[in-house]
């Protein structure tokens, strides 16, 4: 039987054909997957193999020269970037990229932007900043003197603000240290558990693979394995072959 | 036998493109000067001391302008060495705002009516062997270990700092040696029209100049030259009324950037894709090649930069 | 004293205008990364639709502001499409020279449209003159003074405190990552080329009205200051803007006092060179705004 990461489930994205060229040279080639409602699948895969660029496709960043990108069964992939954020998207982008000379305050409220004047922003501020104590405390400092693990908590947290159908992420493990890496997967595992749809790329696949449901691993802009992530985690074979260990 | 009023042009365009191509070595290293003018004002203003007001022969003036335009520049640019891009322009632009306030209210230089007399000693050859040489220059320059110098600074200053290029150092020189240039410009320039003028210092000519650079082409020396000529030349030939002769100059401006961000003639070889001016401009340099003074050793020297 | 305190009146006075430039290049600057050299064209095309409002519609004012901003706005944002936005991501020195190519474009269209001297205003305009306790000020200059300040504040206050506002900023930031919280950079863009236009349309009234004088090239000097203005108060501040507009004014306005005019026009040069020279951030700025 082929085991599949969508069996019978409500699909929040769809990935089919997915092209991206940068100039001529083919970065994404035809990639397809899906993600299902309450799931977080992760991409794994070594520097250059297309994971980052795959995001940045389906939030509109990049144009995709081939393929088609769904949410919830509307397509976006001819979308600019601002209308797939309002569609539900929400992006913690690689490095973080906060607001370096907004507060965390500002930055939160930059995170629901697409949804100004919602009256309910004031108590997914309230939730979000509970899950987030550390931010809590420092609410009117500016976002560039936080410390790097805290910038990343700052970046999650501002794409939690947006209440996405899907939360994409970068490569959160990026320059944090040993001690603020378990502490982020842990967060990022219970912002899936409380029903938050997501969407990983990540370079350090033991991390990634040990939080995700679903795991693809990306090879030369293709992807090359996909099966349950416990499963690739504990197959030798893949990890030797692909994931460097 | 081309009219006293097209020489006159024509000898005014020479003396633009000495100043335009002091302005391209300033840029081959990437900086931006908004102050080009004002350091051509300064090798004016102190060659007409030394004809007009000291009665001292003509050569010397050229050994003072440029001597004291070397000097003046060395000290702007070490100063003002932190100063990139954006603020390096604005700093240049506030020295030639300056240096115009001063001119205006010395009374020994003639405040807001310029100094004068100065003999009119410049004279249509004497630009052009000069100009001759500057070329001359520049085509060795491009080829020699400084000037490949010069470009990697342009193109990447942390690899040219890496492979032992003294990255300050040459930005100094490549500004001193631009203003150097603008010097020789700045006492034909006087000596052609007998006057100089606090506004023949301030920052609309140094704009013009660095249109002239930008619109012809930022990646050789050709490039300036070339703007030079077409933007001088362009406003006689076109018979319309003033105004509407520059309304034309400005939005032809645009257009040539929105088309050609890196101006006219580029490094890379023709055909590339490189938008419908390149197809126009490039056979207009031809032409223009031909009938320049420069020839045909020049012509070939210039086919060999545009190779990539 | 008493010449020393006119003098500081005056000076806020004209202060007020280079500030409201300073601020439209900081605001571009900020946003685009690019110096906006037609932008005070801007500031002479707003001086010239008021002029055209109140001679030839017997405008008032108010109206001739308004209709001046409007106009303004439409020819800024124009500025963007046309010559920046095609040309921003080649060299550093593309844009600087394609909107001065722009702007000798409107200078010498306006030129050519409405001559090239100054155009005066209709007598219906003409300042009147008050003395309290010896020092002397025109209902232009109060008029000026207020609503240059209240545009100040009304700038600040939008800025920091609303959303658009925000987007303004982490656009100015980051543009890539404001458009994944859904900010349209390109709306913004244009918002933020109004303001700024707005802000010169509405100077380039005043001082038109001001002086009776609305001049093709009256952009040149001013455009020369409000650029000085923006470096001095530190590249992307507000607040350094408006200070720096001020100060310029009033150390303008004291030079004519106590030196001499001809060098009035110099002392925002001078200030600057200092100030490159001292703290090239500028009296506001951060330090790593070096670029």
């Not at chain 1, 929400?90 to 607001?99: D, I, T």
């Not at chain 3, 930031?173 to 010169?200: C, F, K, Y």
């Not at chain 3, 507000?238 to 060098?263: D, Q, R």
């Amino acid at each position: 039987m082929v085991r599949s990461a969508t069996d019978g489930a409500d699909i929040v994205l769809r990935v089919t054909g997915l092209e991206v060229r940068y100039g001529v040279i083919p970065a994404v080639k035809g990639v397809s997957f899906a993600v299902p409602r309450g799931r977080l699948h992760v991409i794994v895969g070594a520097n250059g193999a297309g994971k980052t660029t795959t995001l940045k496709a389906i939030t509109g960043l990049i144009r995709a020269s081939g393929g088609t990108v769904e949410l919830g069964g509307r397509p976006i992939h001819r979308l600019p970037a601002h209308e797939i954020a309002r569609a539900g998207i929400a992006m913690v982008p690689e490095g973080r990229r906060v607001f370096a000379k907004m507060s965390v305050y500002e930055n939160l409220l930059m995170g629901s932007f697409a949804q100004r004047g919602d009256p309910r922003l004031k108590q997914r501020m309230e939730a979000v900043l509970e899950r987030f104590p550390r931010l809590r405390e420092r609410t009117s400092q500016l976002a560039g003197t936080l410390s790097g693990g805290e910038q990343q908590m700052l970046a999650i947290a501002r794409g939690l603000m947006a209440e996405p159908k899907l939360l994409l992420l970068d490569e959160p493990s990026l320059g944090l240290a040993p001690m603020l890496l378990e502490e982020v997967f842990a967060i990022i595992k219970r912002i899936n558990d409380d029903g938050v749809t997501v969407l990983m790329v990540e370079q350090n696949s033991q991390q990634g693979l040990q939080v995700a449901n679903w795991a693809y691993v990306m090879e030369l802009g293709q992807i090359v394995v996909q099966d349950e992530a416990r499963r690739l985690l504990d197959s030798d074979e893949v990890r030797r072959a692909y994931l460097g260990g | 036998m081309i009219s006293a009023y097209w020489l006159e042009i024509l000898t005014m365009a020479g003396i633009m493109s000495i100043a335009a191509l002091g302005l391209y070595a300033i840029k081959a290293t990437g900086q931006l000067s908004a102050g080009h003018a004002a350091f051509m004002g300064l090798g004016g203003y102190a060659s007409g001391v030394v004809t007009g007001k000291l009665g001292l022969p003509f050569f010397l003036s050229f050994v003072v302008a440029v001597a004291l335009v070397l000097v003046v520049a060395t000290a702007f640019a070490y100063m003002t060495s932190r100063l990139r891009f954006f603020y390096q322009a604005v700093g240049t632009l506030a020295f030639g705002e300056t240096l115009v306030l001063v001119m205006y209210n010395v009374p020994y230089f003639g405040g807001a009516s310029g100094l004068q007399p100065i003999p009119l000693q410049t004279t249509f050859t004497l630009v052009y062997v000069i100009l001759g040489l500057s070329i001359y220059f520049f085509i060795r320059f491009e080829h020699s270990r400084l000037g490949q110098a010069f470009r990697c600074v342009w193109e990447d200053d942390t690899v040219a700092a890496s492979m032992g290029i003294d990255v300050t150092k040459t930005r100094i020189l490549s500004f001193t040696m631009g203003s150097a240039f603008a010097a020789l410009a700045g006492v034909l320039y006087a000596h052609f029209l007998g006057i100089i003028e606090p506004k023949d210092l301030d920052f609309l000519r140094s704009l013009t100049l660095l249109i002239f650079v930008a619109f012809g082409g930022l990646e050789t020396h050709w490039g300036a030259l070339f703007g030079t000529y077409v933007l001088t030349l362009l406003p006689e030939v076109a018979r319309f009324s003033v105004y509407d002769r520059y309304t034309i100059y400005g939005a032809l401006i645009v257009v040539t950037m929105v088309f050609r961000p890196k101006g006219l003639l580029t490094r890379k070889p023709l055909g590339a894709p490189d938008g419908p001016i390149a197809r126009v401009g490039m056979p207009l340099l031809r032409v223009l090649a031909a009938v320049l003074p420069v020839g045909r050793r020049a012509a070939k020297a210039k086919a060999r930069a545009e190779r990539p | 004293m008493l010449i020393f305190a006119q003098q500081v009146i005056n000076g806020l006075m004209a202060g007020s205008a280079y500030s409201l430039l300073g601020l439209g290049f900081t605001l571009i600057f900020g946003i685009l990364n690019v110096i906006n050299i037609a932008h005070p064209e801007v500031f002479m095309v707003g001086a010239f639709l008021g002029w055209m409002l109140v001679t030839y519609a017997n405008a008032n004012l108010l109206v001739a502001i308004v209709g001046a901003t409007i106009g303004a706005s439409i020819v800024g944002v124009l500025i963007e499409r046309i010559a920046i936005r095609p040309v921003r991501s080649a060299l550093v020195l593309s844009p600087f020279i394609s909107t001065a190519g722009v702007s000798i474009f409107l200078q010498q269209g306006a030129a050519r449209v409405f001559s090239p001297e100054p155009q005066p205003y209709p007598p219906s305009m003409a300042t009147v003159f008050h003395d309290v306790g010896g020092l002397q000020f025109s209902t232009m200059q109060v008029i000026s003074l207020a609503v240059g300040a209240a545009l100040m504040i009304g700038l600040k206050l939008f800025v920091d405190r609303t959303w658009l506002g925000r987007a303004i900023r982490a656009t100015a930031m980051d543009r890539e990552t404001a458009s994944l919280m859904g900010v349209n950079v390109n709306t913004v863009v244009a918002l933020t080329l109004v303001i700024a236009s707005a802000l010169a349309a509405v100077a380039g009234v005043l001082v038109s009205v001001a002086y009776n004088s609305t001049w093709a090239f009256m952009g040149i000097t001013y455009g020369l200051k409000g650029m000085a203005v923006m470096v001095v108060g530190g590249v992307g501040s507000l607040e350094g803007a408006m200070a720096a507009g001020l100060i310029l004014g009033v150390a303008e306005a004291l030079t004519v006092g106590y030196i001499s005019s001809s060098y009035r026009d110099g002392i925002a040069f001078i200030i600057l060179t200092f100030i490159l020279l001292l703290r090239p951030s500028g009296l506001f700025g951060q330090r790593e705004r070096q670029r």
